[in-house]
């Protein structure tokens, strides 16, 4: 079974940056699509990154292009995010999730990290 710990998130001022980090665990994920997600009270749970665990480019929701860096370290079997230029408009709690390739849908989930931007 997949296990995805996340940690990292905190509060940082507009501008600043911070990394989220998530530990994955329970199976071997060469053939799985990881994935951060974020949700803000009142609001659907948006992708923000994803890639795949080997190879792949990855890809970026338009609202972070730029900003955020999605990587991970297969050594490690740790997924980060890295979230530059910060804005208000990115508190969310960030989750981090898996789905094998060829899946339709994410069915591994951590328990999400709080992310707090204040202006």
């Known amino acids: 079974q997949v296990q995805l710990v996340e940690s990292g998130g905190g509060l940082v001022q507009a501008g600043g940056s911070l990394r989220l980090s998530c530990a994955a665990s329970?199976?071997?994920?060469?053939?799985?699509?990881m994935g951060w997600f974020r949700q803000s009270p009142g609001k659907e749970r948006d992708l923000v990154a994803s890639?795949?665990?080997?190879?792949?480019?990855?890809s970026y929701g338009d609202p972070v292009k730029g900003r955020f860096t999605i990587s991970r370290d297969n050594a490690k079997s740790t997924l980060y995010l890295q979230m530059n230029s910060l804005k208000p408009e990115d508190t969310a709690v960030y989750y981090c999730?898996?789905?094998?390739?060829?899946?339709?849908?994410?069915?591994?989930w951590g328990q999400g990290t709080q992310v707090t931007v204040s202006s």
């Open positions: 890639i795949r665990w080997i190879g792949g480019t990855p």
């Open positions: 329970g199976r071997t994920f060469s053939r799985y699509i």
């Open positions: 999730a898996a789905r094998r390739v060829g899946a339709a849908q994410y069915d591994s």
